[in-house]
């Protein structure tokens, strides 16, 4: 039964994951004939490859910071502060989690790039400098530390400090002795997946970064589709591959950490009005900078796609006059849509089956150790998701390359670790005597699992299924290797515009986005009505 | 007075939680609130700790208000109901914490924690991880963390509600032996009636907020004031009737009730062990209910023909079987005129 769960998984993972990182590894190791480890080290010796490997890293180390600066105060007040729009407001910051890179990259342009707002009204151009891209990274990373440190604090439980104060603690003492360590290896862990995150930037770098500005992966994108060094792609992949290796590991290490035995309570019973005149400051200030962060850039992209009479840039979609596609841009809606339903039925059939195989409790070293691998192409980051394709699905035994079903299956892979994350949980969470319960009542198993654990992991499903398919609308690094000219998806789309010249490009590339910022938004907005707390990390 | 509170108010949205409370604590002395959940209690205990603001009214310890005194600096001490130990600190690192708080020195912290955890009956746990610990032992643990930093007033918010009752029965003793050889303060709220009696030298009895009752155990359980309190403190032949001279009319016919009775109309109050049963033709005529056994005794539940059920103490070996019609006379000297 186990075995039977876990081999559809265990079958897609191999041949559309670990197959084409092994192409990746023999492309660029395996040289003349001969395995060359050295390689590795030649590469990196490279001034030019040294200097991208320390701004990919000062960056994503810059980034985390500021948004640990900016966002901990969020998570405070989100979790323990009540006001009116508190809800709203908290799906509201999670929006940006899931939009499309290139929409972030675009919004961003629209705020601070060349005749942006900024540029109009001060003369201030931020594109060119690191800000930009370190902005657009608190952007997206905003909702992350909210959810995973703010989730939490909502339910530690506060009569620990007030416990602590009993005894003769100050405020700020007894947030320090009690609170802090509580809360430390959830900062820990909100703070390695930011990292990641930035570290493995790709839609954001790739439209915001200027000349100098290039992260390991936009540096693969470069090496593969303008140098056509394949082998040096591969080797910085095998680079990449073991940085967020290594980042991972330390994550599930404060994740176990995580969980060791804390006060907790119900979230909704943590909160309370704001005291005192420094915490109404604090909720202004945390206001006011969801407002700059979060709002003003997605409200200049939405200005700027009808700078232009009569809906000019949105009509312009409708024709294939610009010469960027062979086809009307507004066919990538239709594409974008298709390949996401397609890519969310496997990712939701993959993650889903995998998700049981890991809840059972006689789930043994090997399964854990699946569980391990199935976050892999989360971090691994989808450029070398897209580039494995493209190196390792375009020959016998497997040729894909002209098939359409390549970039969903691209897609599904980067969404299936959203599925599992969000129905572990709650699959853990049904609480075994139930099913023993139904069992003794004279329900068979399956009887049991349709009766018991299906109406408690509906909701999941559903939320699953929403990532999975707001994950493959947005998805951007694998796509752009694998897709195909006529048959471009809306972020690849984007970007093509966004390559060329003239003020046409530009307006058609911001109502592009603002579709796309639309689609996402409203299917994360669903997802937020159909959440439960329990509902996983993310 | 070592803790007096004033006209104490707290409002949660429109209600008032605490509804004008007024109540008085004196050095060495124990003191129960015992009342219903939902009654108060607690937040009357967070109102003295300075946890919670006060709508109006005061609280005055050692005669100083302490309005404006944040919780650390008021030198009371709170043991929590479910206790809010650590966890991420060992035994001995929890009952140091309020040490450390006021800067005693690490030989002085060592040496207090080895001298309390003596005094629970917990020696040599101070390594322990606190997630390994019994209920009894956590109880133990959070105790001697209140304890540590000698606060002028103790303050236990339903101490024992979570152990099982035999280990319930032995704690509240130990208790009350352990603060009357401290000379330890204490500010105790419980629901449980028994707990309140076994420990307090006072009780004050809340309902909605305010004060129903205070007095010593005897008084108030010898003389409860209105029929929440009895029925608060497990009675249940509680009844209307109206006095005549020394003599109640009531449903269950004429009760005897003392000389110096208010006339009128009363509510009456017959404890069970002044429901003699006699032989079926004499008194009231009952048909026997239920029959529970309550160890020195048998509550008999007993069903008049057309009035509420009353209940009797019956002696184990003289308690009738159910289904039996037994007669009912009253006691005086059990009948109380309650309000």
């Not at chain 1, 006059?321 to 390949?339: Q, T």
């Not at chain 2, 152990?163 to 629901?191: C, K, P, W």
């Amino acid at each position: 039964m186990r075995l039977g769960l876990i081999a559809v998984p265990v079958t897609f993972f191999a041949v559309f994951f670990a197959y084409p990182v092994a192409a990746i590894l023999a492309r660029g190791l395996h040289v003349d004939g001969a395995w060359q480890l050295a390689r590795i080290w030649d590469v990196v010796a490279r001034s030019d490859i040294r200097h991208v490997l320390w701004f990919t890293t000062w960056q994503a180390l810059a980034s985390t910071a500021l948004t640990l600066l900016v966002a901990l105060p969020g998570a405070y007040v989100f979790a323990r502060l009540d006001f009116p729009g508190k809800q709203v407001l908290r799906a509201i910051v999670t929006v940006p989690f899931v939009l499309p890179t290139v929409v972030v990259g675009t919004a961003f342009l629209a705020l601070v790039g060349r005749g942006g707002l900024l540029d109009e009204l001060w003369g201030v151009r931020l594109d060119t400098t690191v800000w930009a891209i370190l902005l657009a990274h608190v952007f997206f990373n905003y909702a992350v530390v909210v959810r995973t440190v703010g989730g939490l604090w909502g339910q530690l439980d506060p009569r620990q400090e007030e416990a602590a104060r009993m005894l003769g603690a100050s405020r700020f003492t007894a947030w320090r002795a009690v609170t802090l360590p509580a809360l430390a290896p959830a900062v820990a862990a909100a703070a390695l997946m930011v990292f990641l995150f930035t570290f493995t930037s790709f839609g954001v770098v790739q439209i915001l970064g200027g000349p100098g500005f290039s992260t390991l992966e936009v540096e693969i994108y470069r090496q593969t589709s303008e140098i056509f060094d394949l082998s040096t792609a591969a080797v910085l992949t095998i680079i990449q591959f073991m940085a967020v290796g290594a980042v991972l590991a330390l994550h599930a290490w404060t994740v176990r950490r995580r969980e060791t035995a804390l006060r907790l309570v119900d979230a909704s019973v943590t909160a309370r009005r704001p005291r005192g005149r420094g915490e109404w400051a604090l909720l202004a200030g945390v206001l006011a900078s969801v407002a700059v962060l979060l709002l003003l850039p997605l409200a200049v992209l939405v200005q700027r796609s009808f700078d232009a009479p009569d809906f000019g840039y949105y009509r312009a979609l409708m024709s294939s006059d610009g010469g960027v596609f062979l086809v009307a841009p507004i066919e990538a809606i239709g594409n974008s849509l298709r390949y996401a339903v397609v890519a969310t039925v496997i990712a939701v059939v993959i993650g889903g089956l995998a998700a049981a195989a890991l809840t059972r409790r006689d789930a043994g070293r090997f399964v854990r150790g699946f569980d391990a691998l199935l976050m892999l192409p989360l971090g691994v980051s989808a450029v070398t998701v897209g580039f494995g394709f493209l190196i390792a699905l375009d020959e016998p035994p497997l040729d894909l390359r002209a098939s359409w079903i390549l970039v969903p299956l691209a897609q599904a892979l980067v969404g299936v670790p959203f599925v599992v994350r969000t129905m572990l949980p709650v699959l853990r969470a049904v609480d075994g005597r139930l099913r023993e319960a139904a069992a003794v009542l004279g329900a068979s198993p399956w009887r049991v699992w349709r009766e018991v654990d299906l109406p408690m992991v509906r909701r999941a499903l559903l939320i699953a299924a929403g990532f999975a398919f707001a994950v493959s609308l947005g998805e951007f690094g694998a796509t752009v290797f694998i897709a195909r000219p006529d048959n471009p998806t809306l972020p690849v789309a984007v970007a093509r515009l966004l390559g060329r010249a003239g003020e046409l490009n530009y307006g058609q590339a911001m109502a592009l986005s603002t579709i796309l910022m639309v689609v996402c938004a409203v299917s994360l907005l669903v997802l937020e009505r159909l959440r439960t707390d329990r509902t996983g990390e993310f | 007075m070592l803790l007096g509170i004033e006209d104490a108010t707290v409002r949660f949205g429109g209600r008032a939680v605490l509804d004008a409370v007024g109540l008085g604590v004196a050095e060495h002395e124990i003191v129960c609130v015992l009342g219903p959940s939902g009654s108060g209690k607690s937040t009357l205990l967070r109102a003295v700790a300075g946890l919670q603001p006060l709508d109006s009214g005061r609280v005055l310890l050692d005669g100083r208000d302490q309005s404006g005194v944040p919780a650390h600096k008021r030198g009371v001490g709170l043991m929590f109901q479910d206790h809010q130990l650590f966890p991420q600190r060992d035994v001995g690192g929890n009952v140091a914490f309020g040490l450390r708080m006021h800067g005693a020195s690490k030989g002085q912290q060592a040496e207090r924690v080895r001298e309390l955890l003596d005094l629970v009956g917990l020696p040599g746990a101070a390594g322990r991880a606190v997630a390994g610990l019994s209920g009894g032992e956590q109880q133990r643990v959070a105790l001697a963390r209140a304890l540590a930093p000698r606060p002028r007033l103790l303050m236990l918010d339903e101490p024992l509600g979570q152990l099982d009752r035999s280990l319930r029965e032995r704690l509240v003793v130990e208790l009350r032996e352990l603060f009357g050889r401290l000379g330890t303060t204490v500010l105790a709220v419980t629901h449980d009636q028994g707990e309140a009696f076994a420990l307090a030298d006072r009780v004050v009895v809340m309902r909605d907020g305010g004060v129903a009752q205070a007095g010593t155990p005897l008084e108030v359980w010898q003389r409860p004031v209105d029929e929440f309190v009895a029925r608060f403190l497990g009675f249940d032949n509680v009844v209307e009737g109206t006095i005549a001279g020394e003599a109640a009319d009531t449903p269950w016919g004429k009760l005897p009730v003392g000389e110096s009775a208010a006339q009128g109309t009363r509510t009456l109050l017959v404890r069970p062990a002044g429901v003699r049963l006699v032989s079926g033709d004499a008194g009231l005529r009952c048909t026997v209910a239920a029959r529970a056994f309550k160890g020195t005794h048998v509550a008999v539940h007993l069903q008049p023909a057309d009035a509420p059920r009353l209940e009797a103490a019956c002696a184990l070996r003289e308690a009738p079987e159910v289904g039996d019609v037994v007669g009912v006379e009253f006691d005086a000297a059990e009948i109380v005129v309650l309000g």
